[in-house]
């Protein structure tokens, strides 16, 4: 437990001493309150009387020194100038015996003397700004101190601390300290005394550091006869090269920093270079590291880019310049002696050394470039990579390395069993087999029998040397722990496998390359993890375009890969064999998907409607069928030409003809393809495929399928005119039944009544019942459309009114209502045959449709511009005004929308025209006459002459002034 000093203030933990000498001891400690971290200087204990007290005394003096300088904070040149301040002391009574002590302030940074040290082991720099720092920070200090009249008497490099992030020197140890009085110093106690002893330890700092300095400064190299104008003079030069050598540091900081952002190219690289050469002249360490990671960068991209010439440059370049690390070298050895080769895969060899990435460099050097190089040169380079590597540690062998000493070993002591004739023959026997295995093991040491597993032996090695260890030979511990780090590597490449983490055990593999470089069945081994990676993505994808599943089943089967050889054969690899097996003979996708459910293979792709399959015929074609079979193939022809659900039957020749039943759903699908707009492709069936018995059955089925797919086409033709009969069928079918009624009902009804509506044509008969009709809603549609016809033919008769225009608007909801629902009842109707003609004809049902929707808006727009026109109050209205013109063109479209061409007279053109030969007329006599001559039907005419009416001189206004 640390022990607790009582002071004025409060009470201090000692937490440890760091330092103790002629002037007492220091301690490093903490408030017992605050705590707050200080240091306390106290005379050292159980010395003798004599050195206690003049150590008390100085200690009490530099306290006396601290109280009075308050700790000095000042900033001039950017450096900021510190003295420590006094905390506390020990209580009164203490003065002059070892219980007295003062606590100051613990100061930041490093001293300059540790600084010097570290320069001269080469663990830091210290550069000439610093250096000029410290002397202008000194110089500083003590004039600060000399005004207040003291003496610091105890200039040293010891007892001044830089602390870089802060930019402070602070000066300490003050116990020195003298006072004189700064009005009238004396002979022996004035400034002079401060200043000889920094120049003094001035000049010792300058040698060290750059002696170029010394004649710079024209620093004294001696302290007779300066004078105080002399101190001065050397002050200020001090300054002024501290702010001139700051400045040149800070710009070629900022420029190599920019160079060496932007270095795209070979010279700003080389001037980043440059810039690094001045600043360590100048005392400032400059990263290699930095400057390598951008050279790397560079060096890749000419790689990449295969540009052998830049690629010399820059090596050449970064070795005049830089102490290149070893990896580097490595790289530059590659390039040199491999480039000439142009090899694809140099880029990531050198990228994989220059990351240091060993393994990974080991593994390709020994795939792509070892045969460039001789047999123990590849072999040095491999060793020197796994050195650099240390994969294992130090003590790591190589297997084959160490084998024949171990056989010499066991060689020597068969002989002298052999020549002991007490030996145990069974020892003899044991020993002599051991040797043998030691033999076949160092032989095949770099390859797997056929049936080798990866790692058997490695563990076979391992028991071998176990077993001698116990009989007495010689094993060095490091043999068994080699092969024990490279079995606990082999587990963890199995552990990788099992759980399908292909890319983690090709990673280890690389790994267990680097333990022993010897292993070359790893990379066989590697390809087969490659070749399982796309496999596994190959299997993820699904069949290609054009592929059957089928064909895609046989070709992952044909290319399973053979890791399992050499690694096991783990669940999931398992689970991909079966589904390849599944897909391969897949003849039904519900139940290929339910296997894969099954197997926990659930591939998204699986689910497509698209996948194609190949009919995998029996190995002997069915020439017979059972009483069951036949009942089955009966229920499913039946089922298709009665066009109902055919499923149940489907299901039924999966139980009974289970090697057919592809063929048959295949056919089914074709029946449920048969009305699609475009009917999938699909690759045509051999009816010899099928059981004999019933190919009768299916060759007419296909005849149906004909027949309706050129029907279909004749009715994309609209020209209705495929009299071709239907095939003679032993089966009544349905489908044909319906392709006649539709037909009929089309040729003879709809289309031309289709024909009548589109061509306005609207004099429909009113003798038909909707309720005999089989489409109520068209017959209707048309007596609604009579109407409209008529009534608005009575309009040149009687006028426009809104209560016949509330008529009209009636009779066309009306009739676009039905036909609407008559074309809806088509869509959804419950014979193919008619869905697929609304289809085939859905422009001709739309174009109608959007014409009845447009005479109904221009209706609905004529009743609102008649309301604005018939209100008197509205008359002088620029809304009544638009409202007029909106009439005129509205009825013209309207007569267009529901009357046939015609080039007889047209009386709406001509009430239109009267509109604008009035509106268009500036004489108000003639506006009046031609008023008045208008018909009395006009629709304008309330409306005129209400503006008569109203106000006689609306026409002599000004026309911007009559609205």
């Known amino acids: 437990m640390a022990k607790l000093v009582r002071a004025e203030k409060q009470n201090w933990l000692l937490l440890e001493k760091i330092g103790s000498g002629d002037a007492g001891e220091v301690w490093r400690v903490e408030s017992e309150i605050s705590q707050q971290r200080a240091v306390l200087k106290r005379p ?7 050195t206690m007290m003049r150590q008390a005394s100085q200690i009490e003096a530099e306290g006396q020194i601290l109280a009075d300088l308050e700790g000095v904070d000042s900033s001039r040149n950017r450096i900021h100038v510190h003295t420590p301040l006094l905390i506390d002391k020990s209580p009164s009574g203490t003065s002059g015996t070892s219980g007295l002590f003062i606590v100051s302030e613990e100061v930041s940074g490093t001293s300059i003397t540790t600084l010097l040290d570290k320069l001269r ?69 004035n400034p002079g005394l401060d200043f000889q002893q920094l120049v003094n330890e001035g000049r010792q700092l300058l040698t060290q550091i750059s002696s170029g300095l010394i004649q710079d400064l024209a620093w004294p190299m001696t302290v007779s006869g300066l004078s105080e104008l002399d101190i001065f003079h050397l002050q200020m030069r001090v300054e002024y090269l501290e702010n001139h050598l700051a400045m ?11 160079y060496l952002e932007s270095a795209d190219d070979i010279q700003s690289l080389h001037t980043a270079l440059d810039l690094k050469k001045a600043l360590e002249r100048l005392g400032v360490r400059v990263e290699t590291q930095e400057v390598l990671q951008i050279a790397q960068k560079l060096w890749l991209s000419f790689l990449e880019k295969n540009i052998a010439e830049s690629g010399y440059q820059l090596l050449q370049i970064l070795e005049e310049n830089l102490p290149l690390p070893t990896h580097w070298q490595m790289a530059g050895y590659f390039f040199k002696s491999l480039q000439a080769h142009e090899h694809e895969n140099l880029h990531e060899l050198i990228q994989a050394t220059l990351e240091e990435n060993w393994s990974d460099a080991m593994w390709i050097f020994s795939r792509d470039f070892a045969g460039f190089f001789k047999a123990d040169n590849a072999k040095s380079v491999l060793l020197s990579m796994r050195k650099l590597a240390n994969v294992a540690g130090d003590k790591s062998v190589i297997i084959p390395e160490i084998l024949p000493s171990i056989q010499q070993n066991l060689g020597q002591n068969l002989h002298r069993l052999r020549a002991n004739n007490t030996a145990q023959p069974e020892l003899l026997s044991q020993l002599e087999t051991t040797q043998n295995q030691l033999a076949n093991i160092q032989q095949n040491w770099s390859q797997l029998a056929e049936k080798e597993a990866l790692g058997e032996k ?53 790994e267990l390359f680097a333990l022993d470089p010897t292993l070359g069945y790893l990379q066989d081994i590697d390809k087969e993890l490659q070749k399982s990676t796309e496999w596994v993505e190959t299997l993820k994808t699904g069949p290609q375009a054009e592929q059957s599943l089928n064909q895609f089943g046989d070709d992952l089967l044909a290319a399973f890969p053979l890791a399992y050889l050499k690694l096991g054969t783990p669940g999931w ?13 897949c003849q039904d996708l519900v139940e290929m998907r339910a296997q894969l459910r099954q197997i926990g293979m659930p591939l998204t792709w699986a689910e497509h409607s698209s996948l194609k399959l190949d009919f995998q015929a029996p190995a002997e074609p069915l020439t017979s069928l059972t009483a069951t079979q036949q009942e089955t193939l009966a229920n499913f022809h039946k089922a298709l030409a009665n066009n109902s659900d055919s499923s149940k039957a489907l299901q039924n020749l999966k139980a009974h003809l289970p090697q057919y039943a592809f063929l048959y759903a295949k056919l089914d699908e074709q029946v449920k393809n048969i009305w699609r707009l475009q009917i999938p492709k699909t690759d045509s069936l051999d009816i010899e495929l099928f059981p004999k018995p019933d190919q009768a059955r299916v060759q007419e089925l296909m005849q149906v399928l004909k027949y309706i797919e050129d029907w279909r086409a004749s009715t994309q033709s609209r020209a209705f005119g495929f009299a071709r009969p ?34 306005k044509e609207w004099k429909f008969s009113a003798d038909q019942d909707p309720k005999q009709s089989p489409y109520p809603a068209l017959i209707n549609c048309t007596r609604q459309l009579s109407k409209l016809n008529l009534a608005w033919k009575n309009v040149e008769h009687r006028g426009i009114f809104p209560e016949n225009l509330a008529d009209m608007s009636a009779y066309a909801t009306q009739a676009q209502s039905l036909f609407y629902q008559f074309w809806t009842s088509l869509e959804k109707n419950s014979i193919a045959a008619h869905r697929w003609l609304a289809m085939v ?40 005004l638009n409202s007029a013109g909106e009439i005129m063109f509205t009825m013209v479209r309207l007569n267009d929308l529901i009357l046939p061409p015609n080039r007889d007279f047209n009386l709406y053109r001509h009430w239109r025209q009267q509109y604008l030969d009035l509106i268009q007329e500036g004489n108000v006599r003639k506006i009046r006459e031609n008023i008045q001559s208008i018909e009395s039907i006009h629709p304008l005419l309330p409306w005129l002459d209400e503006l008569l009416r109203r106000d006689t001189d609306y026409f002599n206004l000004p026309e911007e002034q009559r609205w």
């Open 44 to 50: 050292v204990q159980n010395v003798s009387g004599g």
């Open 121 to 189: 082991q080469g663990q830091s720099p210290f550069s000439q700004v610093l250096t000029l720092k410290v002397l202008a920070a000194s110089f500083q200090l003590l004039r600060q101190v000399h005004a207040r009249g003291i003496l610091w008497n105890d200039v040293k490099m010891d007892h001044i601390f830089w602390d870089e992030s802060e930019n402070k020197m602070s000066f300490i140890d003050w116990g020195n300290g003298l006072r004189f009085d700064p009005e009238a110093p004396g002979e022996q106690l």
């Open 248 to 258: 040149r540091v800070m710009e070629y900081q900022l420029l190599f920093d920019k």
């Open 458 to 510: 490695l563990l076979n090695t391992r028991e071998i040397l176990a077993q001698l260890a116990t009989m007495g030979l010689n094993i060095p511990p490091s043999y068994q722990a080699s092969l024990t780090t490279m079995l606990s590597k082999t587990r963890e490449i199995y552990r990788a496998w099992a759980n399908a983490e292909l890319e983690q055990a090709q990673k280890l593999l690389r």
């Open 573 to 585: 690899l398992n689970a991909m064999h079966t589904t390849a097996t599944v897909l391969q003979k």
């Open 726 to 759: 239907a095939p003679q069928t032993t089966l009544s079918w349905r489908l044909l039944e319906e392709i006649d009624i539709a037909s009929k009902q089309w040729r003879d009804l709809i289309l031309p009544t289709l024909s009548r509506i589109k061509q």
């Open 841 to 880: 004809n859905q422009a001709i049902f739309s174009e109608i449709n959007q014409s009845l929707l447009l005479i109904i808006r221009q209706l609905l727009a004529l009743s609102r511009s008649l309301d604005v026109i018939n209100n008197p109050d509205m008359a002088r209205t620029r809304l009544a």
